[in-house]
Structure formats: C-alpha cells, structure tokens
C-alpha cells in the first residue's frame, strides 16, 4: 500500500524547534520530487519547501529561509523538515507529497492535481507561548 506518513508535529513556544518526518512505504522517494505543504486555519494551503528528484535542488518560501531545512534519507525512505526559531504564524498542518510532475522552483507552487501524486494526512504544528 503506497502510504506517507508524517510525524513530529505539537505544541511549541515561539523561537523553538520541530523536526517533522515523512516515512514512506510502497513508493521510493527517490523517484520522485518531493514537497513539504502547511495550511493554516482559515487559509488555503501553501507551499514550504520542495526538493528535486536528484535531490541536488532545495528550494523553500521566503517566510521560511534561513529557519527551515529539508532533507532526504534514501536509506531509511523518509523525508524531513528541520524547523528553528519557530513563529506563530507557523502554525499549521504541515503535510509532505511525493510529486510526479513537478518542477521545484523557489516559489514552491502547490502542484497541479495529478493522480500519481502521493500525499500524507499531515501533522499539526502549533507555536503558542
């Protein structure tokens, strides 16, 4: 079963940090370009950051540069997002898509809906003093 699955959301105070997780089971990363999306409430969702096929190329919003950082684990088939200095409007359900068309650029474009896209059920993020 193709299957992602993120973990390491909670409760933060402002400055602090998470490391979000996306494990897959069924479908190599790998082959695929990869993304972290957030959705705040009220707000339609956004793109965080985005990684290349190769995995050569990372790219992430301006509101996030300098704080977050993704990374791939090919051996282990998962995916991070390295989250410092956290501020409340992070807030959000982060939720991790492996792409099959997608070009990864620096405004990291919520991708077009394609039916060999993978995406997980997200994890809820929340900075709050």
């Known amino acids: 079963q193709l299957q992602l699955v993120e973990s390491g959301g909670g409760l933060v105070q402002p400055g602090g940090s998470l490391r979000l997780s996306c494990a897959a089971s069924?479908?190599?990363?790998?082959?695929?370009?990869v993304g972290w999306f957030r959705r705040a409430p009220g707000e339609e969702r956004e793109g965080v950051s985005c990684m290349s096929l190769s995995g050569m190329t990372t790219h992430y919003v301006d509101s996030v540069k300098g704080r977050f950082t993704m990374s791939r684990d090919n051996a282990k088939n998962t995916v991070y997002l390295q989250m410092n200095s956290l501020k409340p409007e992070d807030t959000a359900v982060y939720s991790c898509?492996?792409?099959?068309?997608?070009?990864?650029?620096?405004?990291?474009?919520?991708?077009?809906?394609?039916?060999?896209?993978?995406w997980g059920q997200g994890t809820q993020v929340t900075v709050s003093s």
């Open positions: 069924g479908l190599t990363l790998a082959h695929y370009n």
């Open positions: 898509a492996a792409l099959d068309s997608y070009y990864c650029s620096g405004d990291v474009l919520l991708p077009d809906p394609n039916e060999n896209d993978h």
